[in-house]
C-alpha cells in the first residue's frame, strides 16, 4: 500500500514565524500535491510537483513556497504565516504512468493553527 | 471548464437503510470520475473510479456509484449504510482532453451521518 506521512498531525504557530510542513511518500511517485483544506471550501490546491525540482502554482500560492529537492518529499513552506493560513494542510501523490485515470493517495493532514 | 458539483452538504440516513450521496460534474469530454472518504481527523482515501466501461462501478467497504452520460452525475450509492459509514465524502472529475495533469476538481463535501 502506498504510504503518504505528513510528520506532524498538529502544529501552533504564531503570525510571522516561518513554518515548515513536510510530507514523504514511499512509491517512487512522480506527481505530489499540497492541498489546504477549510469547511464549506472542500480542497484547494497549492501547489503540484510533476517531479523533482519541479513545481507548478495552484490555485492558492500566495503566502507558499515549496520545495522538492527528492522525490519522495514535497515540502511547503510558509514564510510569514497569518493567521488566515489556519487550516487542515494535506499532502497527496499520484504515480505518473496513466496519471490521469489514477486515483491520488493522501496523507492524514496536519492541522495548523496560527495564533 | 471542468467542475463538480456535490448538491448536499449534509446526508442522514437510518443504519440498515439504502444511501445516495450525490456529485454531478461538467467537463467538456468523456469524464475520470472519483469518489474519496474521510474520516474525522484523516486524509482522504480513495473508494471508487469511473473511468470507460460498465456505468456501475463497485468499490471499497461495499459501495459503488453509477456513471449517468445523460444526467451528467455520478451518485455513490450503498444498498445498506452502517454508522462507521459516517464520514465526510468528496467526488472529483477529470476532463482528460483537457487541462493539466495537476487538476483534479473536487466538490465541497458531503457531510454522510448514519443514525443508529
Known amino acids: 500500500d502506498v504510504k503518504v506521512t505528513q510528520s506532524s498531525r498538529y502544529l501552533v504557530k504564531r503570525t510571522g514565524e516561518k513554518v515548515f510542513l513536510e510530507c514523504v511518500q514511499d512509491?517512487?511517485?512522480?506527481?505530489m500535491f499540497w492541498y489546504r483544506q477549510d469547511p464549506g471550501l472542500g480542497l484547494r490546491l497549492i501547489y503540484f510537483s510533476y517531479d523533482v525540482k519541479m513545481k507548478e502554482k495552484g490555485d492558492i500560492p500566495e503566502g507558499y513556497s515549496v520545495s522538492r529537492e527528492k522525490k519522495e518529499r514535497f515540502s511547503p513552506i510558509l514564510e510569514s504565516a497569518s493567521t488566515n493560513q489556519t487550516s487542515m494542510y494535506l499532502c497527496a501523490s499520484r504515480t505518473l504512468p496513466g496519471q490521469e485515470n489514477q486515483p491520488q493517495h493522501f496523507g492524514d493532514g496536519t492541522r495548523l493553527s496560527i495564533l | 471548464a471542468q467542475s463538480v458539483a456535490q448538491p448536499e452538504d449534509q446526508v442522514n440516513v437510518a443504519e440498515g437503510n439504502p444511501l445516495t450521496v450525490k456529485c454531478t460534474y461538467s467537463v467538456s469530454g468523456n469524464p475520470y470520475l472519483f469518489w474519496y472518504v474521510q474520516y474525522p481527523n484523516r486524509g482522504l482515501q480513495f473508494l471508487l473510479k469511473?473511468?470507460?466501461?460498465?456505468?456501475l462501478v463497485k468499490g471499497s467497504y461495499g459501495f459503488e456509484a453509477e456513471f449517468n452520460k445523460s444526467q451528467t452525475s455520478f451518485h455513490l450509492k450503498k444498498p445498506s449504510a452502517l454508522v462507521s459509514d459516517s464520514a465526510l465524502y468528496f467526488c472529483a472529475v477529470r476532463d482528460p482532453l483537457r487541462g493539466s495533469a495537476r487538476h483534479l476538481p473536487f466538490g465541497s463535501g458531503t457531510q454522510l451521518t448514519v443514525l443508529p
Open positions: 512509491m517512487d511517485h512522480e506527481n
Open positions: 469511473y473511468i470507460t466501461g460498465d456505468n
